[in-house]
């Protein structure tokens, strides 16, 4: 079982940045694939960004050179990078980790954008 805890979120300015975490625990991190995926209420949840065990990235298109996916396996953890934020990324974001044929999901953290 994977446990999987996100921080970081909160109110950006469009065109500012924010950097999101999410602490994994109770597996190998090392072979864990990890992807932050976002969802505005009444909305499907959409993927955002994934990086694999291999630290292979894949982006939504929305997000290609705004958002940076990486990955600590020292500090169990992986981050989105948010730059340029717009107000179209105004969502709840949250941490899926695959790992042993399953998904596991954190409780999600919050990105608002307003000026």
């Known amino acids: 079982q994977v446990h999987l805890v996100e921080s970081g979120g909160g109110l950006v300015r469009p065109g500012g940045s924010l950097r999101l975490s999410c602490e994994a625990s109770?597996?190998?991190?090392?072979?864990?694939?990890i992807a932050w995926y976002r969802q505005v209420p009444g909305t499907q949840r959409e993927m955002v960004a994934r990086i694999s065990a291999g630290f292979e990235t894949t982006y939504a298109e929305s997000v290609k050179g705004r958002f940076t996916i990486s990955r600590d396996h020292g500090k169990q953890s992986v981050y989105l990078q948010m730059t340029d934020v717009r107000p179209e990324d105004a969502a709840d974001y949250y941490c899926?980790?695959?790992?042993?044929?399953?998904?596991?999901w954190g409780q999600g953290t919050q990105v608002a954008v307003s000026t």
């Open positions: 899926a980790a695959e790992y042993a044929g399953r998904t596991y």
């Open positions: 109770g597996a190998r991190f090392a072979v864990v694939h």
